[in-house]
């Protein structure tokens, strides 16, 4: 029986024979208070959870679902408190709210109902528990809008609770929703906070600036739908709260400022309004703990390689493609050998968006390039940053006050590790060295001219990815070791201070003269009992008398009930138990105030100087917050060169034109994989394309397009990924897997896979290439990447080859972005002979006499043939299958290249598509659908039959 020993719970609810008992009573009121919690219950020892919230419960936690009646109407399911934590942090991270309904009282104390109360309400995005993955921000999102078309405006605000940091964007115009879009597909809040209104209707979909962009401005419909659909929790707030009136001053009230000119927010109100809302939202759910919550930045948008949500999940940067996989095959984890947390968020940061500016993408590589060369001054500052923890977070434990005396002590052991860093960061020379170290303010100064000296000034590229870029560490007047804070603690605090303040002695001798004086007072009390009992039992003559102390009965003598007929007139019996009898004395009455009064005053003031301790501490965020940020960017390009170093890797040509080139190239992860499996070696290849832009632009020599194909398994999207993925790493200032590289700055990655099926979010596959494609056309630029593997699968053979060649004219004719396209429709391979800046690349295999070997070389030309049917036969399909399969191909392939040779001869442009995608008899057939038999005189109806009969004769 679960409730054995706690009749707490018998009296409560057997006490009302009615459906409602009292604690049901108090259970029904929080639930109403909270409707969109789960609401846990204390009944006793255990956390419990009624009906709905109870069946969720069950199923999420795995718990056996009970139920409180004998008809079993009232389901139910509990957790033991003390283990509440890790089953409350297991429904957050599933996205659920949740309220804690405490027990007010002590039950011991009292005879009646015991008050129960919510006391907490813990929701995804304000979740802070030690558990939080390091190398991933918890973002608590809130998304503002207002103006509808042209004149939208969609404010976001995300802030890390965890770690005090806070940013706020906003995009503007017709794209505004698909640009929140891909910003929210790479945050991946825990939670967002939308306004009641754009939340219902945005469930019924008919929120009109939601739902009006489809189609609209050449917007892909239904993107806002489907940023939030991404985040798994959504809370709704009141709308008023997402009014200028109210939000803007509680947002300026909670960082203390009277203006928010200053961070940037100027001009920018529903930015500001998203973020006063989440700071209402906070105020409401949290108690206290909001300290450090003093500053947001405001960064735009058009900074950084624009990734958007479907390429960052296509290319696996932080998050495998399939959830469940492993994650391996990210390209975060294959770079990540960062040795702080604040460097692994950061890296995941960058990848996410790396530097599109030529400057800044140069000065990491310098960095970089530094470090690698030198063994020694590379190795030193890794092993400077050993053992560095997140302070950021630490911090943010102390602001919510969560952070007992061990926590502390650990910030201070990060703390004492930074002035080593700063010394060894200190031995490198390059640029980006220095200004991280602090070494030459006026260098630095140097570098951005005229920018403001304050704050203010930051560039957003380094708030969007938190690298303090050369332009905007003006600020800086050197690498901020803290030493001063190091010192503040440890003078403070003990060695190895107890986990609470409970037993005292957290707080070293000598801090305070007042607790050093009670201490002594403590000691000698304590000494005096000692004496006591030693005095007692020679009185006495029993041997086992003892002095102990409990917190209920204080001090107290106890004697077995065997002696108890010894003890003296003078003893006064407290409490009888079942083999001992316990008493005091007015001597031991006396000792004991005096020690416990000493014991109290003490523990208050090892309190107050911790809390002034916190205070200190917490005036200090800001310094930390930029240590922090430095540290993260020194371990970044600290990691960057040891992967260089280790794995040969070079450093990319970054350049200001339309190339892309890398010469023996591999993809990283794959490559890395295999090495791993010890299976066999990547076979490396090579690229050229450029960009072209435009007919004024001069000659650019290079083809734009590169169509791919090969066999099923040839390697064409390993080969495509690749070429984004080094992309990718030489923009974050990476080197890369390749004999040499030569880039033209890229603006945008796109990255469509074609049938990636979607079922489960209730579009057809093909409605969602189609999606993604019309987002491609309708935003690149020349400067773009653009990687189409396998477009136009998911329809009808002709409809597919048709839009994909369309597709393909489009990016040659109108978009001239860099674009690699993988296909299994080998008529676009004749696309060549039509369009100047394409060119044919092929993945070659080798039929050999057990069938075709890859050998994922990629070279020029066509395939000279499909091999879907060798594919087939190595997977298994029966011999007769085959067999037949060649027939009906031979046959086909027989056809068209009549037709297509025919049309091409011909040279009719829109013509040959027709006559290219469709089957013999169907323009015959279209064209007899056409005549109007009721207008058509005898002899026209001949001619035309004539006419058909000719065509026919042609075409066979
Ligand atoms: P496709 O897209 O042509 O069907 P994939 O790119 O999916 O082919 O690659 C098929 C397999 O071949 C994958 O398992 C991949 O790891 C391997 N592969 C691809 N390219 C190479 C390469 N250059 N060297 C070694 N193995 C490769
Ligand atoms: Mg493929």
């Known amino acids: 029986m679960r409730y054995s020993g706690d009749s707490a719970m018998a009296k409560e609810t057997t006490s009302d024979t009615g459906a409602q008992t009292p604690v049901m009573r108090q259970y029904f009121a929080a639930k109403q208070a909270h409707p969109d919690c789960l609401m846990m219950c204390r009944i006793g020892d255990f956390y419990e959870l009624f009906y709905e919230d109870a069946i969720v419960a069950s199923r999420e936690l795995q718990l056996t679902l009970t139920a409180r009646d004998r008809e079993k109407k009232q389901p139910m399911c509990g957790v033991p408190y003390h283990a509440a934590e890790q089953y409350i942090q297991r429904l957050l991270r599933k996205g659920y709210r949740v309220a804690l309904c405490d027990q007010m009282e002590d039950p011991k104390l009292t005879k009646k109902i015991v008050r129960r109360e919510v006391t907490r309400v813990l929701t995804p995005g304000t979740a802070v528990d030690a558990s939080l993955g390091a190398e991933q921000s918890n973002w608590l999102a809130s998304v503002a809008a207002s103006g509808a078309g042209a004149e939208t405006r969609v404010g976001l605000a995300l802030l890390d609770l965890s770690t005090g940091e806070f940013r706020a964007t906003e995009f503007a115009g017709a794209t505004a929703w698909a640009q929140l879009t891909d910003e929210l597909g790479q945050a991946r809040p825990a939670e967002l906070l939308v306004a009641e209104s754009g939340l219902a209707g945005m469930r019924e979909g008919r929120q009109p600036t939601l739902s009006d962009r489809a189609g609209k401005d050449g917007a892909p419909g239904s993107v806002g739908e489907e940023a939030f659909e991404g985040v798994r929790t959504k809370t709704a707030l009141e709308d008023w709260v997402f009014t200028a009136e109210y939000a803007v001053p509680l947002l300026r009230r909670q960082l203390g400022v009277l203006s928010l000119e200053g961070m940037g927010l100027g001009g920018h109100e529903t930015a500001a309004v998203a973020a006063g809302a989440l700071v209402h939202y906070l105020q409401k759910t949290m108690q206290g703990g909001l300290e450090h919550i003093d500053a947001i930045r405001f960064h735009a948008h058009d900074e950084g390689l624009t990734l958007d949500a479907v390429s960052v999940r296509n290319l696996e940067l932080v998050e495998p493609l399939f959830s469940g996989e492993s994650a391996q095959t990210t390209l975060f984890h294959t770079l990540d050998a960062c040795m702080t947390p604040m460097g692994k968020r950061l890296l995941r940061a960058t990848l996410l968006r790396p530097a599109a500016e030529l400057g800044e993408i140069e000065s990491r590589l310098d960095a970089v390039g530094e470090a690698v060369g030198d063994l ?65 303010p006026s260098q630095v100064s140097e570098s951005r001219p005229g920018a403001p000296s304050s704050e203010v000034g930051q560039s957003s590229a380094e708030i969007s990815t938190g690298f303090s870029t050369g332009r905007s560490t003006g600020i800086c007047t050197g690498f901020d070791a803290m030493e001063d ?54 009185r006495t003559g029993i041997g086992s008398l003892k002095v102990r102390f409990n917190s209920v009965f204080g001090y107290y003598l106890e004697v077995t009930k065997a002696n108890s007929r010894s003890v003296p007139e003078d003893y006064e019996r407290k409490q009888t138990l079942v083999n001992a009898e316990r008493f005091t004395t007015p001597e031991l009455k006396e000792y004991e105030t005096k020690i416990l009064t000493a014991q109290e005053r003490s523990g208050e003031i090892e309190r107050r100087i911790f809390a002034e301790l916190r205070r200190q501490l917490l005036d200090a965020a800001g310094r930390m917050r930029e240590t922090a940020r430095r540290v993260a960017e020194i371990d970044l390009l600290a990691c960057f060169a040891h992967l260089a170093a280790l794995r040969g890797w070079v450093r990319p040509e970054v350049e200001e034109s339309g190339v892309l080139e890398f010469v023996a190239g591999r993809h990283p992860v794959v490559e890395r994989r295999m090495e791993e499996a010890g299976g066999g070696r990547f076979v490396p290849n090579s690229i050229s394309l450029e960009g072209w832009f435009g007919k004024d632009s001069g000659e650019s020599s290079g083809a734009s397009i590169a169509l791919i194909t090969g066999p099923n398994m040839g390697g064409k999207s390993t080969y495509l990924r690749q070429a984004a993925l080094l992309v990718v790493m030489a923009q974050s200032g990476c080197f890369v897997p390749a004999e040499r590289m030569r880039l033209g700055l890229v603006d945008r990655i796109y990255t469509r896979i074609g049938a990636s099926d979607n079922v489960a979010r209730g579009r057809s596959t093909f409605m969602v290439e189609m999606t993604e494609t019309a987002a491609i056309l309708n935003t690149a630029t020349a400067r773009s990447l653009v990687l189409l593997d396998e477009m136009g699968r998911g329809t009808a053979t002709y409809d597919g080859l048709s839009l994909t060649w369309a597709t393909v004219e489009y990016l040659h004719e109108k978009i001239g ?127 035309l039959l004539a006419e058909l009969q000719r065509e026919l004769g042609a075409g066979s």
């Not at 409970?502 to 009670?518: N, Y």
């Not at 057990?850 to 395939?863: D, K, R």
């Not at 001869?905 to 007899?928: C, N, W, Y």
Request: with cysteine; charged share 30%; proline share 3%.
């Open 376 to 440: 020694r001054g590379r190795e030193g500052v890794r092993r400077a940053m050993n053992g560095l923890l997140d302070m950021e977070r630490l911090l943010g434990r102390v602001a919510l006050d969560s952070a007992g005396p061990r926590e502390v002590m650990a910030l201070a052991g990060t703390l004492g590790c930074l002035p080593g860093l700063r010394d060894a960061v200190g031995k490198f020379k390059a640029k980006r060295w220095t200004e991280l170290s602090g070494g030459d």
């Open 485 to 538: 804070l190091h010192d503040l603690i440890v003078k403070a605090i003990v060695e190895e201070p107890p986990v609470s303040f409970a037993e005292g002695g957290v707080i070293r001798a000598g801090v305070d003269a007042e607790l050093d004086e009670l201490r002594e007072l403590g000691r000698s009390g304590r000494q005096a009992l000692a004496g006591i009992e030693e005095r007692e039992r020679q």
């Open 817 to 943: 972005a860099r674009t690699l396209f993988a296909t299994h429709y080998h008529e676009l391979t004749l696309l060549e002979e039509r369009l100047a800046r394409l060119k044919n690349l092929r993945v070659t295999a080798k039929e050999t006499a057990g069938g075709i070997v890859f050998l994922h070389t990629v070279e020029a030309g066509a395939a000279n043939k499909s091999y879907g049917i060798e594919v087939a036969r190595l997977a298994g399909l029966p011999g007769a299958v085959i067999v037949r399969a060649r027939e009906v191909l031979k046959l086909h392939e027989r056809a068209e290249t009549q037709q297509v040779g025919a049309a091409l001869a011909r040279g009719v442009g829109e013509a040959m598509q027709m006559t290219m995608f469709t089957p013999l008899s169907q323009k015959i057939v279209d064209r007899l659908a056409e005549v109007d038999l009721d207008g058509l005189t005898p002899r026209e109806a001949l001619n």
